[in-house]
């Protein structure tokens, strides 16, 4: 039926429900008025940059008055940024599988009650790069975890759930095709190694701790290039896992900054 689906019963239930870390609830505002036509989602990291992408995508369209600046919906909370521009939504997720998790619980909640249909989601942020060129654009057809399994774990009520992560390789497909018509940057498709930390779980050498050798960090890297792997952050397999149970069209790119 192309509608954003949510996999708890309990929802039926709630006479109310509330989407706290958005401030946005069922009985509060009217959700479907609100975001019932919205077609694309597009998340990061940071809220500055997310407004900065709604901004852009209002002259895009041709929405922006002169002088006009985007609003945050999610203004009543300091947790996420959430801005619109037409039928795309524009919406920061903080740093991490937690913070993006949560966020998405509640994002996901937000299009069903909306009634929204035929969603894609992107997620667009900065990643370090493996083995390609410095401002390379990585389009994910599969992210992993620091194992380089296509696996996302996640422990409930004491015992682990493991669950899917693979991408739309279609909408993969369609964005290396659209890359072709801006030369400025390298455009790859390949997996995307998600980790729980950005120190030690990334084997970087400068942290408060550093329990290895630059040889074998050096060694761990390339097995993960020689799985596939061509990019390093920490929200993917959390990103993939979500959207694909809930029927979201989900594709991740990323930045290659250094």
Same mark, same amino acid.
């Given at each position: 039926s192309g509608l954003v689906l949510v996999k708890n019963p309990h929802l039926d239930l709630m006479e109310e429900d509330v989407l706290y870390h958005l401030d946005l609830g069922t009985k509060t505002h009217n959700l479907p008025a609100m975001f019932g036509d919205i077609k694309f989602v597009c998340v990061g990291g940071s809220p500055n940059r997310m407004r900065a992408f709604a901004q852009f995508m209002q002259r895009e369209l041709g929405l922006a008055a002169a002088g006009e600046d985007v *609003?945050?919906?999610? *203004?009543?909370?300091?947790?996420?940024a959430m801005y619109r521009a037409?039928?795309?939504?524009?919406?920061?997720?903080?740093?991490?599988?937690?913070?993006?998790?949560?966020?998405?619980?509640? #994002?996901?909640? #937000?299009?069903?009650?909306?009634?929204?249909?035929?969603?894609?989601?992107?997620?667009?942020?900065?990643?370090?790069? #493996?083995?390609?060129? *410095?401002g390379s654009v990585v389009?994910?057809?599969? *992210?992993?975890d620091s194992s380089f399994q296509p696996r996302f774990e996640q422990v409930v009520l004491g015992d682990v759930v493991v669950r899917s992560t693979e991408l739309d390789k279609d909408l993969a497909e369609e964005l290396l095709a659209?890359?072709?018509?801006?030369?400025?940057?390298?455009? #790859?498709?390949?997996h995307t190694m998600c980790t729980y930390d950005f120190y030690e779980g990334q084997g970087r050498l400068d942290g408060a701790l550093c329990s290895f050798s630059s040889e074998k960090k050096l060694e761990y890297l390339r097995r993960a290039y020689d799985a596939g792997v061509r990019n390093i952050e920490m929200e993917s397999t959390a990103f993939a896992a979500l959207c694909g149970l809930c029927g979201l069209k989900g594709e991740s790119r990323h930045f290659h900054l250094l």
């Open positions: *609003a945050d919906i999610c *203004a009543g909370s300091d947790r996420y037409g039928p795309v939504l524009s919406i920061s997720h903080g740093m991490g599988i937690p913070s993006i998790s949560i966020m998405l619980h509640e #994002l996901i909640k #937000l299009l069903h009650h909306a009634k929204c249909r035929d969603v894609t989601i992107i997620r667009i942020g900065t990643s370090g790069g #493996l083995g390609i060129e *410095a389009i994910t057809d599969t *992210a992993v659209c890359s072709r018509d801006i030369p400025d940057f390298p455009t #790859l498709i390949g």
